[in-house]
Every structure is written in C-alpha cells, then in structure tokens.
C-alpha cells in the first residue's frame, strides 16, 4: 500500500511539474513578447537587428495621456523602443544617439525621396494609414540634415497631447527617431 502511494505522489508531482514547465515555455514562446514586437517594427523600418535588453518601465510623456506607461528596451547602438504591452505596439524609438556616428559625407536622399520614404513607413506600420490620413493633420520640418514628418489625430478632451505619428530621419534616410500614438485609446 505505501508503495502505491508513492508512486501516487510520482505520478503526481511529474503531471504538476510537466504543466508548470509546459506552460513556462510556451509564455516564453508568444508572439507577443516584446524581443518579438521589436524584431517585426525593426524589420519594417529597416534597422539593425542588434541584441536588446530590458532597461526600465516608466511613463511616456509624448502619449495623450501623459503617463501612458511603457517598457524600454535598448540596443547594442543605443536605439531605445518603447512598448506599450497592453496592445503590443512599440510607441516610440530614440535612437538621437547614432546621429553623431553618421558620417557627415554620407550620401544624401532628395526631400522627396525622404518624404516617400517616411510615407511608406507609416503604411507600413498602421495598416489603415491610407484612410486615416485624410482625418491627420500632415506637417514636416528640418533642423539642419535632419527631417521630421508627423500626422496628428485631433486633441482628445482631458488630453495632454495630440495622437501623433512622427518619423524622424537623417538626410542618409537612417531614422532616429519615431512616435507611434495614433493607436493609443487610453
């Protein structure tokens, strides 16, 4: 009879254990997980995939809200992403920290160039940009070899910024700099 229950108890903890580590490999094996909401918008704007790690949760002050809060991640360059994990979107990429180590005779693109270039990464990363674009408000800038082209929602009652899309790049074409809040309902 003890020997039974022994074996019992095996059985048991076996069964338990296998669930526990079941379940703690496929979490780790979702889609979702920031590494991999990274690697799809890197591979859309075309930047380098460089190892990451995770450097702190704190608020993005960019966001409509003001405090929407995000995780940020970093790479070996110095490009931060922020993700917003409760719709698995990264909101923002600051990567101002490369601007220095482009080469200042690099070849440049022609405004237009950059302008389509920029309109194609908004396609790219809202799927209905074509239909929303015609309710933003498009404005462009430059501070000297670098430009920026934003899209802005209308400002929300209780609000502290505008829903925005900004695209941030260096005359190269090489962006520096992203802000994604067009999705933000919070």
């Known amino acids: 009879m003890n020997n039974i229950r022994i ?14 580590l079941t379940n703690c490999s496929s979490a780790q094996q979702t889609p979702e ?24 949760t704190t608020r993005m002050l960019n966001s409509p809200s003001g405090d929407l809060q995000v995780e940020v991640y970093q790479d070996s ?8 994990l409760e719709i698995n979107q990264v909101v923002e990429i600051d990567a101002r920290s490369i601007i220095l180590s482009i080469s200042p005779d690099i070849q440049s693109l022609s405004s237009d160039e950059l302008k389509a270039k920029a309109l194609n990464y908004a396609n790219a990363v809202i799927p209905d940009f ?5 309710s933003l ?8 070899d670098n430009y920026f082209y934003s899209w ?19 005359k ?15």
């Open 33 to 56: 997980q920031p590494v991999d909401v990274i690697n799809a918008i890197r591979n859309t704007l075309e930047l380098p995939n460089l190892p990451q790690e995770f450097v702190e």
């Open 77 to 84: 360059e110095g490009r931060k992403y922020s993700i917003y």
């Open 7 to 20: 074996v019992l108890v095996k059985v048991v903890i076996v069964t338990i254990l296998f669930f526990v």
């Open 130 to 134: 074509e239909t929303q674009q015609s």
């Open 152 to 170: 802005y929602g209308e400002m929300q009652s209780g609000y502290m910024n505008r829903p925005f899309l900004q695209i941030g790049m260096n």
């Open 172 to 186: 190269s074409g090489v962006l520096f700099a992203f802000y994604n809040t067009l999705s933000i309902t919070k």
């Open 137 to 144: 408000v498009y404005d462009e800038g430059e501070k000297g």
